[in-house]
């Protein structure tokens, strides 16, 4: 079944951030979904609805994201292909507009799965994409909790596809954690961990604490569920619950099961999200 399903980010939300939060989970499943309804691929439609969070200053991915404790922008992303299990990831990038873009140009060239720094930005530039100075990508609002300490209003952002032909796509996208030091990667650069798809298994994204979510390879322990008989919503909320258990932290996390069926779950405050699968177009509250 043709589905996408979209998240805004696990964690805290400031009230005045909820309503152009949910709007804009709604405009990126929309997105996406005029990708599939056109018979594109599963990965071309995560990465338009990806890209229309990282352009909305509303989220912790891209234009907005969080600063490190120097005050920059780093920004990490992943994609992958349930098809041919092509993946590509990029970690501590800064410039660049669109990091999910960025992820699936190192897909692309197939050398290296996950790359980092310069050498990621200029990979950047080999492929056309869109860079700008590093302090375009830091809004007032970035700034403000940056100097006072406050963390952000939304986490990574991240989104799962199945197409019309069956297959499957995953892709993720964060400015990492307020105050990080430089350098420091999450689960969003990682795949299995923040990011997996797999046409076989399903596809997933997931949001909240990255070195929690890395060590329990959560998207990919979530979809693993799945194949032994969870229907995605469950596997979603067993995933979490063995998150909790074993490491004390919160998160959240979408699914597709290989039949495109949705699973949203979160053990966080709050988790804007958006899917439309079939002929049901639904924004989920998670509060």
């Given at each position: 079944?043709t589905a996408i399903?979209?998240?805004g980010g696990?964690g805290?939300?400031?009230?005045?951030e909820?309503?152009a939060?949910?709007?804009?989970?709604e405009r990126?499943a929309?997105?996406?979904?005029?990708?599939?309804?056109?018979?594109?691929h599963?990965?071309?439609?995560?990465i338009?609805?990806?890209?229309?969070?990282?352009?909305?200053?509303?989220f912790?991915a891209?234009?907005?994201s969080?600063?490190?404790?120097?005050?920059v922008?780093?920004?990490d992303?992943?994609?992958?292909?349930?098809?041919?299990?092509?993946?590509?990831?990029v970690?501590?990038?800064?410039?660049?507009w669109?990091p999910?873009?960025?992820?699936r140009?190192v897909?692309?060239?197939?050398?290296?799965v996950l790359?980092?720094?310069?050498?990621?930005?200029?990979?950047?530039?080999r492929?056309?994409?869109?860079?700008?100075?590093?302090?375009?990508?830091?809004?007032?609002?970035?700034?403000r909790?940056?100097q006072e300490?406050?963390?952000?209003?939304?986490?990574t952002?991240?989104a799962?596809?199945?197409d019309?032909?069956g297959h499957?796509?995953?892709?993720?996208?964060?400015?990492?954690?307020?105050?990080?030091r430089?350098?420091?990667?999450?689960?969003?650069?990682?795949?299995g961990?923040g990011?997996?798809?797999?046409?076989?298994l399903?596809?997933?994204?997931?949001?909240g604490?990255?070195?929690?979510?890395?060590r329990l390879?959560?998207?990919?322990s979530?979809?693993?569920?799945?194949a032994r008989?969870?229907?995605?919503?469950?596997a979603?909320?067993?995933s979490?619950?063995?998150l909790?258990?074993?490491?004390?932290a919160?998160a959240?996390?979408v699914l597709l099961?290989?039949?495109?069926?949705?699973?949203?779950?979160?053990?966080?405050?709050?988790?804007?999200?958006?899917?439309?699968?079939g002929d049901?177009v639904?924004?989920?509250?998670?509060?």
């Amino acid at each position: 079944m043709t589905a996408i399903a979209v998240h805004g980010g696990a964690g805290a939300e400031a009230p005045a951030e909820r309503s152009a939060r949910r709007q804009g989970v709604e405009r990126a499943a929309a997105a996406g979904w005029a990708v599939l309804a056109a018979g594109g691929h599963a990965l071309d439609a995560v990465i338009a609805a990806v890209g229309v969070l990282e352009d909305d200053p509303h989220f912790n991915a891209g234009l907005g994201s969080v600063l490190t404790v120097e005050g920059v922008v780093e920004m990490d992303a992943s994609v992958m292909a349930g098809d041919t299990l092509a993946a590509g990831a990029v970690g501590a990038v800064t410039g660049v507009w669109s990091p999910v873009r960025l992820a699936r140009a190192v897909l692309v060239e197939g050398r290296e799965v996950l790359l980092v720094g310069e050498p990621a930005e200029q990979l950047a530039r080999r492929h056309g994409l869109a860079t700008c100075p590093p302090e375009a990508l830091v809004t007032e609002e970035a700034r403000r909790r940056w100097q006072e300490r406050l963390a952000a209003n939304g986490e990574t952002v991240g989104a799962v596809a199945c197409d019309a032909a069956g297959h499957l796509a995953a892709a993720t996208s964060t400015g990492g954690v307020t105050g990080k030091r430089r350098g420091r990667l999450g689960d969003s650069a990682v795949i299995g961990a923040g990011t997996y798809a797999d046409d076989a298994l399903g596809a997933g994204s997931a949001t909240g604490p990255g070195e929690a979510i890395i060590r329990l390879c959560l998207v990919r322990s979530a979809l693993e569920l799945v194949a032994r008989g969870a229907d995605a919503a469950r596997a979603a909320v067993e995933s979490l619950a063995v998150l909790q258990r074993r490491l004390g932290a919160s998160a959240g996390i979408v699914l597709l099961d290989p039949r495109g069926n949705v699973g949203v779950a979160h053990t966080t405050e709050s988790m804007p999200a958006a899917y439309r699968q079939g002929d049901t177009v639904a924004t989920v509250v998670l509060d």
